[in-house]
Nanobody, 126 residues
Framework: QVQVLESGGGSVQAGGSLRLSCVGS????????MGWFRQYPGKEREAVAS???????YYDDSVAGRFTISRDNTEDKVYLQMNNLKAEDTAVYYC????????????????????WGQGAQVTVST
């Protein structure tokens, strides 16, 4: 059962921008950590960015400076603003929620997250 829902995926030219949104039924408000992950065909899901209730955010080096994660607890939403997109950003992006210890590594661990969305395809063409 999907308990968080992503939207905003699509196709864009390299250098362009997209914004992914994730909405939850009280899940985002009650979760201390929200994350965005992506998955390439045949590969394991990998962490892109996460944000905690206190606003602290963590980014993978591959997206730092180009992507921005934000959360709106009153609206129960999380966003991923993706700028200067590259072909290698093409993947299925997943929103996830959970109660994750805040440190340099835990946010990357998919096993720390309880709720997952169904995924949104992002395609970047050159």
């Amino acid at each position: 059962q999907v308990q968080v829902l992503e939207s905003g995926g699509g196709s864009v030219q390299a250098g362009g921008s997209l914004r992914l949104s994730c909405v939850g039924s009280g899940i985002i408000y009650s979760s201390n950590c929200m994350g965005w992950f992506r998955q390439y065909p045949g590969k394991e899901r990998e962490a892109v960015a996460s944000i905690y209730r206190d606003g602290n955010a963590y980014y993978d080096d591959s997206v730092a400076g180009r992507f921005t994660i934000s959360r709106d607890n009153t609206e129960d939403k999380v966003y991923l603003q993706m700028n200067n997109l590259k072909a290698e950003d093409t993947a299925v992006y997943y929103c996830a929620a959970g109660w994750v210890e805040q440190d340099a590594n835990s946010w990357r661990n998919i096993n720390e997250y309880v709720y997952w969305g169904q995924g949104a395809q992002v395609t970047v063409s050159t």
